[in-house]
């Protein structure tokens, strides 16, 4: 078969932020786009003469095009062999487990997460290596580096292949793998839980609502919940996965989620209710009549994890990102396991996983996650929630009521400011943060301010240092503002501020997060001129 060699040259912006290259599918449409990107990131990894890895995407639109140009780049660039879920559909973590069991040199994600898809929306690219993570930033820099000198790509002139079928078949010279998306995940899921006890569950009338969101985590939760574990035909709804989402935005929070969050309040709901986004990495827990925070669900998961037979030895130590809220520290501390706070972005915890630093991790941007895979994994989550409820026999409710007696309260909330003009948000940024060493011991809305700093991490496992990972204030009573800038946002900037204060007495723990917070909010205004800068009167969106 030809080879074409075509020349091209480099194409501004090809920068990988927090998870991939996110850009508008139309961008990533545009001629020379996505094969210029494809041909850095091999040649960013040294090449793939002889390689193996594994294809697959969330089925989102152009994810079935951008398959076939893949396959046809890794053939003429000499990869040995790709493995592909069947009809280039994989979930980030499903990927994730295939890179790591069948020994492959990584795998190119289809995704662009929890952002909408369609032809005039979102769609991604992320590189992850043999560890099954995304890529860290000295790989992700030398893709980027390779974005501006390129001067041509390699790619097979030859048919689509035909990925509806499960098998193996050749474009080229290299071999293609088509396997089922879920066997090998479903089978892993498996090793961990009792899923003995979690039928029991079941059996005994416990109904759980997950909804899939039109995404790819649709067959996987059909299999394992309605499959495997005899949850009732119907638990999963919007299962089908669809290329824009039935039109929605895959993002499973009180905002974008809220037909789940309607079911689940009233009298008479069902006893679990779930969700995934996009991808299938993040995950969204309610129970009955309760909507748990990411950030509380990590903090409850680090305390009950000995539950489930994967984790019944207990974890070696936690880890959380920065922005996430100090619940699990609080565990952590009282179960006398190390705690790591990180940047945000899950490639922050592969190093340590691999070195067997910490079991668990999470961000509260609704992702968890632990050694099994190197990705926050949605079903997972939802599996050990499953797991615990079905041992402890207790219902959510009841179950966060005594985590935060035993424990305390972290109230915690995002507030999202969208689609700001990239100049009012740096203005906003760079002047809070030239403010940081002048804050200490300052008032604002009645709340002294006890530190405040811009986040560096250094890793103890290679000793890298990342540096400008947020701006963190934090208040005498405990409580705690950071701002931080979107790094996956496709259009202008995207400012997150995350509040969070904490609550030992138990007489004040059952208030509405809002106006447990609404202090650190109007502080955290006050400080950074939100209101000022933005224009904007309020958040776009909280959750
Ligand atoms: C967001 C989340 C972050 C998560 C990332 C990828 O990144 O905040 O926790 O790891 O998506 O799912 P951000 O847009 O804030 O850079
Ligand atoms: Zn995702």
Known sequence: ?????????????????????????????????????????????????????????????????????????????????????????????????????????????????????????????????????????????????????????????????????????????????????????????????????????????????????????????????????????????????????????????????????????????????????????????LGKGVYVTPSDSLALLAAHAH??????????????????????????AAMGMPCYETPTGWKFFGNLLDDGKVTLCGEESAGTGSDHVREKDGLWAVLLWLNILADTKTSVKDLMEAHWRTYGRNYYSRHDYEDVESEKANALYDGLRAALPSLPGRSFGGLTVSSADEFAYDDPVDGSRSERQGLRIGFEDGGRVVFRLSGTGTVGATLRVYLEALETDPERMGRDPAEALAAIAEAADEMAGIRRHTGREGPDVIT
């Open 1 to 285: 078969m030809e080879i074409a060699t075509v020349r091209t040259a480099p194409i501004a912006g090809q920068k990988p932020g927090t998870s991939g290259l996110r850009k508008k599918t139309r961008v990533f449409m545009e001629t020379h786009f996505l094969e210029n990107y494809v041909q850095a990131i091999f040649d960013g990894i040294g090449g793939v003469e002889g390689k193996s890895l594994v294809i697959g995407g969330d089925g989102r639109y152009f994810n079935d095009r951008a398959a076939q140009v893949i396959l046809r780049m890794m053939a003429a660039n000499g990869a040995a062999r790709a493995i592909v879920g069947q009809g280039a559909l994989l979930s980030t973590p499903a990927a994730s487990h295939l890179i790591r069991s069948r020994g492959t040199d990584g795998g190119l994600i289809l995704s662009a997460s929890h952002n909408p898809g369609g032809e005039d929306a979102d769609f991604g690219l992320k590189y992850n290596t043999p560890n099954g993570g995304p890529a860290p930033e000295g790989v992700t820099d030398r893709i980027f580096e390779a974005t501006k000198t390129i001067s041509e790509y390699r790619i097979l002139v030859a048919q689509d292949v035909d990925l509806s079928a499960i098998g193996t078949t050749t474009l080229g010279s290299m071999e293609v793998e088509i396997v089922d998306p879920v066997t090998d995940y479903a089978a892993l899921m498996e090793t961990l839980f009792d899923f003995g006890a979690i039928r029991a569950l079941f059996a005994g009338g416990f109904r759980m609502r997950f909804d899939a969101m039109h995404a790819v985590t649709g067959p996987y939760a059909r299999e394992i919940l309605e499959g495997r574990l005899g949850a009732a035909p119907g638990t999963v709804v919007n299962a089908q996965p669809s290329p824009d989402f039935g039109g929605g935005h895959p993002d499973p929070n009180p905002i974008w989620a809220r037909d789940l969050v309607d079911v689940m309040m009233p009298e008479g709901a069902p006893d679990f209710g779930a969700a995934s986004d996009g991808d299938g990495d993040r995950n969204m827990i």
């Open 307 to 332: 539950r489930a037979p994967g984790y019944s030895g207990g974890l070696k130590g936690v880890a959380r990102s920065m922005p996430t809220s100090g619940a699990v520290d609080r565990v952590a």
